[in-house]
């Protein structure tokens, strides 16, 4: 007799802050699993804290960071805080970098040619545009899905 073990995988659902009405059920458009935590985490990046209601502690720091020079310095206070708001606001996932990944070289996509494969959260400052490239590699909580969320940041105009 031969016992099959399975793990039950979680479903992560959230709503679409754009408030569009999806074109086939006319109700609020839903994000599922990976496509509802990339959101997440894009947005607490971007939330300033106090800026959610009924939840003053998400959010970070950031945006103020992006009206500073755009040098190595200010990319490295951007990767601390983006780090620490994402462990703090975040325990759906598990900021982890490639080299920590057993079997990393066998991913697809061409995550190998990253130049960044040992740090969860790489910052790269881009001052002749004025802007700071984000790459964020995180491991779902509970699953062996690696993701990854690539986010330019600039300052407001």
């Not at 659902?13 to 894009?42: G, H, Q, V």
């Not at 947005?43 to 300033?48: G, P």
């Not at 703090?88 to 970098?97: D, H, I, K, Q």
């Amino acid at each position: 007799m031969t016992i099959q073990l399975s793990r039950k995988e979680k479903t992560y659902i959230d709503i679409s802050l754009a408030f569009e009405p999806s074109p086939i059920t006319a109700d609020l458009t839903l994000l599922k699993n990976e496509r509802a935590i990339n959101n997440a985490i894009k947005n607490i990046i971007l939330f300033m804290p106090l800026e959610v209601t009924f939840n003053r502690n998400i959010g970070s720091q950031v945006t103020s960071y992006l009206f500073d020079v755009v040098d190595y310095g200010s990319a490295g206070l951007l990767k601390l805080e983006i780090e620490r708001a994402i462990n703090y606001n975040e325990p759906r996932v598990a900021l982890t970098s490639l080299s920590q990944i057993r079997g990393y070289h066998n991913l697809q996509n061409g995550l190998i040619n990253r130049n960044h494969q040992d740090e969860a959260v790489y910052v790269e400052p881009q001052p002749e545009r004025n802007q700071f490239y984000v790459s964020i590699t995180y491991e779902i909580v509970g699953t062996d899905k690696i993701q990854f969320v690539e986010q330019i940041l600039t300052p407001t105009r």
